[in-house]
């Protein structure tokens, strides 16, 4: 009932736990709070919010425009809904170094297992368009050490992204990856690896976690979880993948709305009502006041 049962710190440190065992762990993306308790009702691993969703959420493109105040908060709304490790997008940081050790102190506050600091030039750009600038890579590393030193949790799960694939091909982006985990990165996020060959190079070369970003329309094509745990992955994100569906759905039931004048048609696709208080542990609050939950619902 109501948030986590589990604090944040022993989160992070089953978190690390399992990332240590080597296996695949599969983080989709939760748009809200209640898509985040549904994918840990699924069965998956961890929940990941990111960027580009936070800012859609709040009908903006995903090029910076976005507010450590705003990611923290939804951040935690997410990060305390669920018993999984959640795993935010923190884009280049919101600033300079001194910036970027706000941002991780905020965002262990907030209670997320973990966060990923960026490469790209500011004003960001998502990661799968043309056009993406990186920084050099003593500004790289400066955001990363500076990352490490302001964290109080050591099992907060710092995370360097490099955009440096696009711009400058895969020998750059292996050199820069080495060069942030030598700079102290727990876990390295190459984006926009084209091939499964690419990722194999990749974690063939470093002796860190790497994390694969299977988003849909993208650079990359969409491998199987079987095909990157062979590769040597160790964590995938499907980071708008469900925000696309609901909106789709959403807009398939706008226009039956338009054409037909209900949406009859449409329960089928719809979460019961019973589904729903389910998920959201309805009858719990029960335990604290009978007048809430009075009532059955019948399929």
Not at 156 to 177: C, K, N, Q, S, Y
Not at 199 to 218: K, Q, R, W
Not at 266 to 274: F, K
Request: aromatic share 6%; net charge negative; hydrophobic share 45%.
């Amino acid at each position: 009932m109501l948030y986590s049962q589990t604090p944040a710190a022993e989160k992070r440190r089953l978190f690390r736990e399992r990332l240590a065992s080597g296996e695949l762990l599969r983080f989709p993306g939760a748009f809200n709070p209640l898509s985040a308790r549904l994918i840990e009702r699924k069965g998956f691993e961890g929940v990941y919010i990111s960027g580009a969703v936070l800012s859609a959420d709040l009908g903006l493109p995903d090029i910076g425009l976005t507010t450590l105040t705003e990611v923290a908060g939804r951040g935690q709304q997410i990060a305390r809904m669920t018993e999984l490790p959640a795993i935010i997008d923190a884009d280049t940081g919101f600033g300079e170094p001194m910036n970027v050790a706000r941002t991780i102190q905020t965002l262990e506050d907030a209670g997320l297992a973990g966060t990923h600091i960026e490469d790209q030039v500011n004003p960001k750009r998502c990661g799968h368009l043309d056009g993406k600038a990186v920084v050099d890579e003593d500004t790289a590393v400066k955001r990363i050490r500076a990352a490490v030193d302001a964290r109080r949790d050591p099992n907060f799960l710092i995370m360097a992204r490099t955009d440096i694939r696009a711009a400058e091909g895969m020998d750059a982006a292996v050199d820069r990856a080495k060069a942030l985990v030598d700079a102290g990165a727990d876990a390295v996020f190459p984006e926009a690896m084209r091939t499964l060959e690419e990722f194999e190079a990749m974690a063939s070369a470093l002796d860190v976690p790497i994390l694969a970003n299977m988003t849909e329309f993208g650079k990359s094509d969409l491998f199987s979880t079987s095909q990157l745990r062979d590769a040597g992955v160790n964590i995938v994100i499907w980071p708008v993948s469900m925000l696309r569906i609901a909106m789709g759905a959403t807009g398939r039931a706008l226009d039956t709305l338009t054409e037909e004048g209900h949406l009859t048609s449409q329960l089928d696709q719809m979460q019961h009502r019973a589904d729903l208080y389910d998920l959201i542990d309805y009858e719990d609050y029960n335990h604290f006041d009978t007048n809430i939950f009075n009532f059955h619902i019948s399929r």
